[in-house]
């Protein structure tokens, strides 16, 4: 196992509980409910193992995808997807990753929207998620 993304990653995710436990507006309730989600930014240069072993020791949740240059941060994004080839498919051996084209909307919505109100159910936030579907 790699420790180069993989710890730092663990690292980051203890620090988010340690900082909420030092706040007490967090209160200790929210803090019990609360488990970091961490992401990895995907890169050209992202190594599989990486992906495999975070996913496989439960540091990561996801990873994230984005063009380089497309957006605010992103100069260090993709710049093609056979780059990333290798990352997606441990993705998608980790369990963690369904490819959906793009162009299929409804597909990427039946993808998503499971995971969305298992979500909001977990933090209690059913009612807003309701009120962003009937939009």
């Not at 994230?64 to 051996?93: F, I, Q």
């Not at 990753?97 to 969305?116: G, H, I, Q, S």
Request: net charge neutral; aromatic share 6%; hydrophobic share 45%.
């Amino acid at each position: 196992m790699r420790h180069e993304t993989v710890e730092p990653t663990r690292l980051a995710g203890r620090k988010i509980l340690f900082v909420m436990a030092a706040e007490p507006e967090y209160g200790t309730q929210l803090r019990q409910r609360f488990t970091p989600l961490m992401t990895l930014y995907l890169t050209d240069t992202t190594d599989p193992g990486d992906l495999a072993a975070g996913f496989a020791l439960g540091v990561l949740t996801a990873a994230k995808l984005y063009p380089a240059h497309a957006t605010t941060n992103s100069a260090h994004g993709v710049t093609s997807m056979d780059r990333v080839s290798k990352g997606l498919e441990a993705m998608e051996k980790a369990g963690k990753l369904e490819r959906v084209p793009f162009a299929d909307r409804d597909a990427m919505k039946k993808a998503v929207d499971p995971v969305m109100a298992a979500y909001a159910k977990e933090i209690e936030a059913d009612a807003i998620h309701a009120k962003i579907e009937a939009i």
